[in-house]
T-cell receptor
Framework: GAVVSQHPSRVICKSGTSVKIECRSL??????MFWYRQFPKQSLMLMAT?????????EQGVEKDKFLINHASLTLSTLTVTSAHPEDSSFYIC????????????FGDGTRLSIL | GENVEQHPSTLSVQEGDSAVIKCTYS??????FPWYKQELGKRPQLIID?????GEKKDQRIAVTLNKTAKHFSLHITETQPEDSAVYFC???????????????FGKGTLLTVNP
């Protein structure tokens, strides 16, 4: 079964709205979580690395004030897309690193974000 | 940073044939190479992985080979079935070396179509 839970699975909202996406590790503590964005027919692009108790590390070209990341506990990281616009429409996927697993990252089911 | 190239971008085979997807990476510090299968709108699913201390790994119809000297690795699927049709991504990770924090760099993906 899923070891990483991501919610919501689908969001449709108006331009200018802020949208929060949650990523939870269900049966392990994740000091590190990752946020990816995937446009149609493209690969997963890492946006940022979320570190529990400290600031996230953003990849080059990703606006930290636009994509707010909070990792306040060992099982929860949130991504908030602030003042979303149509170009932010994408598939957002989180993953969590389980330090005790042979599989370094477990992926959530993703969030389909559509901005009208 | 790491750069992963993946070929081909599309691959069409007849049921029962073999399929091979190839990836190259740029950073010799990379030491973990997973392969993911992603169906439309779903999360990436790990199908096989290989670490840099191994040259080949096999799991039933799926195998992966790694050439560290040439910095390339390949996915081999034998006796393909229509349900193998999906997008396949290779990835590379440096683990925690150089502060990379176990992040994955993905290839651009290969759309595999298995025709009945």
């Amino acid at each position: 079964g899923a070891v990483v839970s991501q919610h919501p699975s689908r969001v449709i909202c108006k331009s200018g709205t802020s949208v929060k996406i949650e990523c939870r590790s269900l049966d392990f503590q994740a000091t590190t979580m990752f946020w990816y964005r995937q446009f149609p027919k493209q690969s997963l692009m890492l946006m940022a690395t979320s570190n529990e108790g400290s600031k996230a590390t953003y990849e080059q070209g990703v606006e930290k004030d636009k994509f707010l990341i909070n990792h306040a506990s060992l099982t929860l990281s949130t991504l908030t897309v602030t003042s979303a616009h149509p170009e932010d429409s994408s598939f957002y996927i989180c993953s969590a690193r389980d330090p005790h697993s042979n599989q370094p990252q477990h992926f959530g089911d993703g969030t389909r974000l559509s901005i009208l | 940073g790491e750069n992963v190239e993946q070929h081909p971008s599309t691959l069409s085979v007849q049921e029962g044939d073999s399929a091979v997807i190839k990836c190259t990476y740029s950073d010799s510090a990379s030491n973990y190479f997973p392969w993911y299968k992603q169906e439309l709108g779903k999360r990436p699913q790990l199908i096989i992985d290989i670490r840099s201390n191994v040259g080949e790994k096999k799991d039933q119809r799926i195998a992966v080979t790694l050439n560290k000297t040439a910095k390339h690795f390949s996915l081999h699927i034998t006796e393909t079935q229509p349900e193998d049709s999906a997008v396949y991504f290779c990835a590379a990770s440096m683990g925690n070396s150089g502060g990379s924090n176990y992040k994955l760099t993905f290839g651009k993906g290969t759309l595999l179509t298995v025709n009945p």
